[in-house]
């Protein structure tokens, strides 16, 4: 008999011990998150905004228990694979992409994501694919800006002629997208149309404010319609903003 109470006190106190240690160590305890959708909703929402915030780890706390609380919510794959693109895993992140839109073919924004992240791996014709798709919902509020992210991707193969057609579409749409207008300026100063890549630029200046390459494709502009007096203004204004600028540099050397 006291030997069987020794033991159960033993086995007590390494009970109480592995207990503390729980508690008190490095290891964090396994908490059951009961399914909860309208709950998995609200985290989402405060993952994004601790996501936009650049507070990575709350974030993340926050997504992963939404997908404990509803692992079948679109938004949340799509959060977290943002999330884990501004990580830099690549991987994770396209995993979540691919469950976002799997279960959801209609999720445009969704789609409109998994195409910037594809584009920026190189992907192309997947991204361009991924693009359409997501103009494929009609209720999608963001379609110009999804034809520009196409004209952006197309830059890059480059192909700029798919280029300026995404472009031209986005405008259509909304004309005053700086991205698309400072593109087409810039496409059409290639193509010879300096007339027209003077309108865009001008319509740029109109909508957004200078930044380094723009004020150099003004400058490229002016240049080849031989207003020198517009070259010198918008010279001065890049030398004055962004003086450390490859632009600057080049304007110096006269290379435009």
């Known amino acids: 008999m006291i030997a069987i109470m020794f033991k159960r006190a033993v086995i007590a106190v390494i009970s109480l011990w592995l207990i503390g240690c729980t508690a008190t160590g490095g290891t964090r305890p396994t908490t059951h998150v009961a399914p909860d959708p309208k709950a998995a909703k609200i985290n989402v929402s405060l993952g994004l905004n601790y996501l936009q915030r650049g507070e990575y780890e709350i974030a993340l706390e926050k997504l992963e228990k939404a ?112 991205k698309s207008l400072l593109q087409m300026a810039k496409l059409r100063f290639l193509n010879v149309d300096y007339d027209d890549a003077l309108s865009y630029i001008q319509r740029y200046q109109a909508v957004a404010l200078w930044g380094a390459s723009a004020l150099f494709t003004a400058i490229q502009i002016a240049n080849k319609l031989d207003d020198q007096d517009a070259v010198a203004s918008y010279a001065l204004l890049l030398r004055a903003n962004f003086p450390d600028s490859d632009e600057a540099q080049k304007v110096k050397k006269g290379e435009y």
């Open 67 to 178: 997908l404990k609380q509803n692992p079948n919510l679109p938004s949340a794959h799509n959060t977290i694979a943002l999330l884990y693109q501004r990580l830099g895993e690549n991987e994770t992140a396209e995993k979540h992409f691919k469950q976002a839109v799997q279960r959801d073919a209609k999720y445009s924004e969704a789609q409109n994501n998994y195409g910037v992240f594809l584009c920026q791996q190189g992907r192309y014709v997947e991204a361009e694919q991924r693009f359409l798709a997501s103009l494929k919902n009609p209720l999608y509020n963001k379609t110009a800006q999804a034809y520009e992210n196409a004209g952006m991707c197309a830059n890059r193969i480059p192909d700029q002629t798919l280029a300026e057609t995404y472009f031209l579409k986005a405008l259509q749409i909304n004309p005053n997208l700086r």
